[in-house]
């Protein structure tokens, strides 16, 4: 069926360095996608979102890149830091209605 | 503004029992989302109400579930009678004007001994 799915489970990086992290989505009709952030004990907090007319997308030091044509999606999070440290979600809207398809999750950790 | 509110936070309870978890999305936000995490797998679509209406149920996994929301406003889910595999991880979501952009609230972990 389709899904949304993460290339890594966890990932970890030093305090400082940049971050990437991916995901790779399988349904064509999705234009929406967005990154949540969920830390240990809270709900997932948005991050960031795209629509699938845009290939990306900055905020503060987030940027995320969508590229249709191999149904990907990236999550970069410039001069990490150990705040970051949490589990990152990516989503697609379903296709009807607003709710979202989640991939399964990649776990940052920031080293000092 | 106050965001999503759930209620319990917690949940410890025996298999046969019944459980209700408790949503109370943000003020004014028509749409309801309930979702699900199961330890070490994504978050899983559950429902999604407009108002008092369900929208899309698909995601509901058996008959032992049942959601309301009855006025419009807060939200229940009860789980009845609960099984095993059921524990997870049970989150509440709502949208507002920007329909797509669902605020969770911090989840109710339920574990179902």
């Known amino acids: 069926g389709e899904s949304v799915g993460l290339h890594l489970p966890t990932l970890s ?4 360095d940049n971050s990437i992290i991916n995901c790779a989505y399988s349904n064509s009709a999705s234009d929406y996608f967005i990154w949540y952030k969920q830390e240990s004990g809270k709900g997932p907090q948005f991050i960031i979102d795209i629509r699938s007319n845009m290939d990306k997308r900055q905020g503060q030091r987030v940027t995320v890149l969508l590229n249709k044509t191999v ?6 999070i410039a001069a990490t830091q150990p705040g970051d440290s949490a589990v990152y979600f990516c989503a697609e809207n379903r296709g009807s209605g607003y709710a979202l398809n989640f991939g399964k999750g990649t776990s940052l950790l920031v080293t000092p | 503004e106050a965001g999503v509110t759930q209620f319990p936070s917690h949940s410890v ?3 046969g029992q019944t459980v209700t978890l408790r949503c109370d999305p943000i003020s004014g936000h028509d749409n309801l989302y309930w979702y699900r995490r199961v330890m070490g797998k994504e978050i899983k679509f559950l429902l999604h109400f407009v108002k008092e209406s369900k929208q899309d149920e698909s995601g509901m996994p058996n008959n032992r579930f049942l959601a309301e929301r ?3 406003t807060y939200s229940t889910l009860k789980v009845q ?3 095993l595999e059921d524990s997870g991880v049970y989150f509440c979501a709502s949208s507002g004007p920007l329909r797509e952009k669902l605020f969770f609230g911090s989840g109710t972990q339920l574990s179902v001994l």
Do not use: D
């Open chain 2, 81 to 83: 009678p609960a099984e």
């Open chain 1, 71 to 76: 149904k990907h999606l990236s999550l970069q």
């Open chain 1, 13 to 16: 990086v030093q305090e400082g």
């Open chain 2, 70 to 72: 009855t006025g419009g």
């Open chain 2, 13 to 15: 309870i025996e298999k």
